[in-house]
């Protein structure tokens, strides 16, 4: 039996009170491991912490960070199979996606950071009366929470440009997958992190969350989560003035267009759909046909999702594992039923999957393709967060639009479309942050990353995160003898 503890001040320690929760295995259902139940006096040790660390570590060189974020990432690379392992363990998701997707980022999220702690530029600008330039300073101590889905890639995701910019960090992982966030910390100890320079807090969120939101000593939150909670974020800290950056929920579009490269559009939409379970903000849960080609697409769409191999995630077979927490599970399915009820037609999956052996208790469910529903229907309001997609028809161009902004969403868009003309019209006017063409997840990380509407506020990578994770300050110097004086 595993037991997570908290990381403060350098060192693991339990729960001030002792509390501790249940860690399951998605896979099989069963208890594995315990964490700490952070509280009030948990956070208020980590922040100050934080705060204690915060000179010394906003006064080191901007090379010395990076070095020490480049020596971080050797470090998990060093281990990755351990944390492919233990990330696939905590989510129910295939080992081999870990591997290659997860890891794979986590490390990538360290190395580019660590890049833009020394390319990180000020801004001037010159008249003929003054010099202005840009300071861009650290907050101090800044809240980190990430969520249960993409653990380690998110986590690393908020932590990485938060230390890069020379912020000391009090992060609370998702209780749910408290696995690789625990294997990080200890490799950045390994590594040379100062201590009390980044911090976790396990624990639910309406305990530690909250009180990690609530203390006085965080200056900015940036949190990935649900909407809900990222509005109840947003209200608890806008009257102590907090910086938010708030990645959320997502009910994305896919339009297709009889123009499309049939093969690459229906291989890349089933991937878009049912990667991680569909456990990713970012995946193509309504899929909108131009109507010439809805029927092949359908029938050729259903066919692959069939054939996805749903498995125990140690199986190097297994397409999809199971989801993360046998709440969610009840959920999924519980939208399943409400799609039923609104006259969906199920064409493939629908239910729970049971496995033999250990999975045997696991909680999988089949990839799901539905049609036959209203655009204004919950099941295609509402965010599912699951293994399962709508198919519809459209007739124009215009009409397509709408059906992809008639959410309260706006977090990604896919498009497919040989036609570039068309490609950039409708990028232009579709509701969301990030658009692709003829391509889904394609991840520059220099790039702005986040939605509108109920997706969130703010945006995460590049220099967008640099600056969340800095305060500007405009210094104006008069030059002598300007204006004739």
């Known amino acids: 039996m595993h037991s997570f503890r908290h990381f403060i001040d350098g060192r693991f320690v339990p729960a001030v009170g002792g509390a501790s929760l249940e860690v399951f295995e998605p896979a099989s259902g069963s208890v594995y491991a315990t964490v700490a139940d952070g509280d009030v006096a948990d956070v208020d040790a980590a922040v100050t912490a934080a705060a204690r660390a915060f000179p010394a570590w906003s006064a080191a060189p901007a090379e ?15 281990r990755s199979e351990e944390f492919a392992i233990a990330e696939s363990r905590d989510t129910g998701k295939p080992r081999s996606l870990a591997r290659n997707m997860d890891v794979v980022r986590g490390i990538a999220n360290c190395r580019f950071f660590a890049a833009a702690a020394v390319q990180f530029a000020s801004e001037s600008h010159v008249t003929d009366l003054a010099v202005n330039y840009t300071l861009r300073n650290p907050h101090g101590v800044v809240a980190c929470i990430s969520p249960w889905n993409l653990p380690l890639l998110l986590f690393t995701w908020k932590v990485a440009p938060a230390l890069a910019a020379g912020n000391c960090v009090v992060a609370k992982p998702s209780e749910l997958t408290p696995a690789t966030a625990t294997m990080f910390v200890e490799a950045a100890a390994a590594a040379g992190l100062p201590p009390g320079v980044l911090n976790i807090v396990h624990g639910r969120g309406v305990s530690a969350g909250q009180a990690l939101v609530e203390h006085p000593g965080v200056r900015a939150i940036s949190f990935t989560g ?18 938010l950056s708030l990645e959320l929920g997502g009910k994305n579009p896919n339009l297709v267009f009889a123009d499309c490269d049939f093969e690459r559009t229906v291989e890349e939409s089933v991937r878009a759909a049912f990667l991680n379970q569909g456990q990713i903000c970012l995946c193509g849960s309504r899929i909108y046909i131009e109507r010439p080609l809805y029927e092949r697409f359908r029938d050729a769409f259903v066919a692959r999702a069939g054939r996805l191999q749903v498995g125990d995630p140690d199986e190097p077979g297994s397409d999809l594992g199971a989801l993360t927490s046998k709440g969610h599970m009840d959920k999924v399915l519980a939208a399943i039923a409400t799609a039923r009820s609104e006259g969906g037609r199920v064409l493939c999956g629908g239910e729970r999957v049971r496995l033999a052996g250990r999975c045997a208790d696991g909680w999988f469910v089949a990839p799901t393709v539905i049609e036959g529903l209203a655009p204004d229907c919950r099941t295609d309001q509402e965010e599912i967060f699951g293994p399962v997609v709508t198919l519809a028809p459209f007739d124009s161009e215009n009409e397509a639009v709408t059906l992809a902004n008639g959410t309260r969403y706006g977090l990604v868009a896919s498009l497919w479309t040989r036609d570039l003309d068309r490609a950039h019209r409708i990028a232009r006017r579709i509701e969301a942050g990030i658009v692709w063409v003829n391509c889904w997840m394609l991840r520059d990380l220099r790039t702005p990353f986040g939605g509108t509407k109920a997706s969130g506020v703010g945006r995460e990578g590049g220099l967008e995160a640099m600056h969340f994770f800095t305060e500007p300050r405009n210094v104006c110097i008069r030059v002598r003898g300007a204006g004739g004086e």
């Not at 010395?64 to 060093?78: P, Q, S, T, Y």
């Not at 649900?226 to 910086?243: D, L, M, N, Q």
């Open 64 to 78: 010395e960070r990076a070095r020490l974020l480049h020596a971080i990432a050797d470090a998990v690379a060093a």
């Open 226 to 243: 649900g909407s809900a909670t990222g509005a109840h974020i947003a209200a608890t800290a806008a009257p102590a003035f907090k910086k």
